[in-house]
């Protein structure tokens, strides 16, 4: 096969040559890890804390690979390096036909001075053959303090990374980068940011960057089935400002008649004034076509709408909203597959929905 680097050399990766420094965020605090909340704990990339990996392989098959899966993990630091290199291992990777490998298993950088003008730079690429890559950001820059945002993997497992830096750089943590307190989003394959293109495409991550909150990703895919035991779980995290329940996509109605109506009760038995919104997805394409599939979606949704005016005459921090709304005027244009955002989706379910969040917590 023709390589294409040698066609076009824009698409080659100019390897750093100089002497650089490593620092794993495992063992080196000089990088904070944000998006997983156990990781201080348990130093894996990994969305549950240690103590639960038993229950989730009992809970769902494929589940563990899905919990190993960093989506929404972020390191953050600051520096004054003229070059910037990762070494990445991955665990696994799914390599599917319908979503770039950069957003798989590439991490993507963005840099600022603070959070607020965070700019995109480039993602690391590599082979989908590849168990272990190394990905040169830049080199030979000018020694200036930045700020540094980089996305973990979307849809692989994560073993080990490590944030490579001139020798003389100083490298500090970014410690208050997220000051409002963590948003827990829990549900599906589009929650857990299939198919963007790169880390920093999905709607937590852009959540986190735009509004200051650490945004928390429980979407697991094809898994986001409302379990008991995963409430718990969520329902044990601190500081949270808000939980946003999106699983209605893996979820049949019977399904959602035996677990959302529990779900939110042990999330609201250990937080007991902690706003919950509940989404109903986003229109897929057959519902157009279909018509049996659209009246199913439409029973499904009027149910989790009548699941939240009942709590509502208690509890008045539980709020609804329509899925079909998020992607705006673009739904017939923003999906891969009819069903996963491109990033044109992502962008737009970001914009609806931080509208949504602003709404709910200022009041």
Known sequence: MPDIKKIDTNFENKEATTELQSINPKNDDRVKVYGL??????KRFVRFPKESDELIKNLAEGLHYLVEQPSGAMLAFRSNTSTL???????????????????QGGCDLYIGTKREDLTFFRCASYHYSQKEYEFTYFSNWEKVERLYLINLPLYGGILDIEVCVDTDAFVCKEDNLFPKGKIVCYGTS??????ASRGGM??????????????????FSGNGRGQKEIAELLSSIDNVKMFILDYEANATLPMLKDTL???????????PYTPILVLSKIRMSV????????????????????????????????????GHKLLGKYQNEATVDGCHPTDLGFMMITENLEKQIKKILKD
């Open 287 to 322: 519902e157009n076509f279909v018509s049996d599939n659209f009246n199913d979606q439409l029973l499904r949704l009027k149910f989790q709408r009548s699941v939240v005016n009942k709590h509502r005459l208690t509890d008045k921090n539980i709020y609804f909203y329509d």
């Open 261 to 271: 109506d529990n779900f939110i009760n042990i999330l609201r038995n250990k937080n």
């Open 202 to 219: 999905s709607y937590t991550n852009a959540l986190s960057r735009r509004m200051g909150y650490e945004v928390l990703n429980f979407g």
């Open 190 to 195: 589009i929650t857990q940011g299939g198919c």
């Open 37 to 42: 909340n156990w990781f201080e704990q348990d």
């Open 85 to 103: 290199k990762i070494k990445v291992k991955l665990g696994h990777t799914f390599n599917m036909s319908h979503m770039p490998f950069t957003g």
